[in-house]
């Protein structure tokens, strides 16, 4: 037994015969139906039709023709020498009538002359008595009471047979392939026609729901109330879609190297400092708050008393001895760190020392 499919190759099938669908329901029917006429009424229409008129007997000329045979004419195109002709004119008197061989004449045939006892042709055959057979009828079977007819009457009906014959060759392959692209390309439509009523119907209730979690997004920012779960969803999607690319991750060496080296540097201006990391922060907020509180004072100078004026000039005074100190400190834990990111740097370049 053959082993089964895969899924993925079922798949694969699958969809390419989708493509295969989807690429025929937009095909023209018109030009689909134009080419397979072409392509299939020429061999009909020469095999049916042409050839058995060119190639094969005709059925009247072949019994003219016989029945010539049978009244003693042979074939004129085959012995032209032996040609006799009667030239004794219009009629025949009833006193020469029994010898009418009397006025007869051997004369070469002439080929352009249609007789029906020519060697019997496929290729448009006469059905029809010619002059030279006429006058050999007259000879061979004379007529006493010295009357004839001028010439033979040829009363040959109109046949539309061929009318018959062209409709069932080219009319049959034509319905079949209408029928052949007309209901395949019907149910492929409705497939289509089905498929796109579908995706309407879903992108209708898309916009409805979209619409209404808008609304209620609306009315929540306005009313100032906390959002629901759609509503944050819907925030946090729009973020997430504006919010640019990260950055690449460095190796994992370096980021180790890196936050050891950040955690010795805070750990060691804590100690110089005895205060917290935050206290470094806030170095800078306590000169500017002691600067600005010495200007006040001295644009208040004026107002107060001399008393107090010591007091806070005192009081500026020990605040800006701290503020320097801290400063001083700081400084100089700075240029450590420094030196110490000097020997971290190097000891990253040379990782075996």
Known sequence: APPPRSP???????????????YLSTVSP??????????????????????PCWECYDFEAAVAHEAGHALGFGHPDAFADRNVELRCGGGTLNASCAEPFKCAVLEKYDETQQSVMNSLTRNSPATCLAPTDFDGLHALYPICDGLRPASAECLKPVQNSGWLRLAAVIGVPLLLAVLLIMVPLHFLRRRERRKMDTLQEEHSLMERKLSSLSSQLHRLSSAGMPQSNDSRLLVFTSHQNSRPAPAPTPPHSTVSAATLSKQRRSRKMSSMIGDSPSTVQSLSSDSSSTQSHATLNTDNTETTSPASTGARHQNSGSESLEGGNRLEAFRHGAS?????DVGDAEHLKNPRN
């Open 8 to 22: 993925s190759r079922t798949s694969a099938c699958g969809a390419r015969l989708v493509h295969g669908l989807d």
């Open 30 to 51: 018109s030009s689909t139906l134009l080419v397979l006429v072409l392509l299939v009424a020429p061999p009909a229409f020469h095999q049916c039709i042409f050839r």
């Open 336 to 340: 450590e760190l420094k030196l110490e």
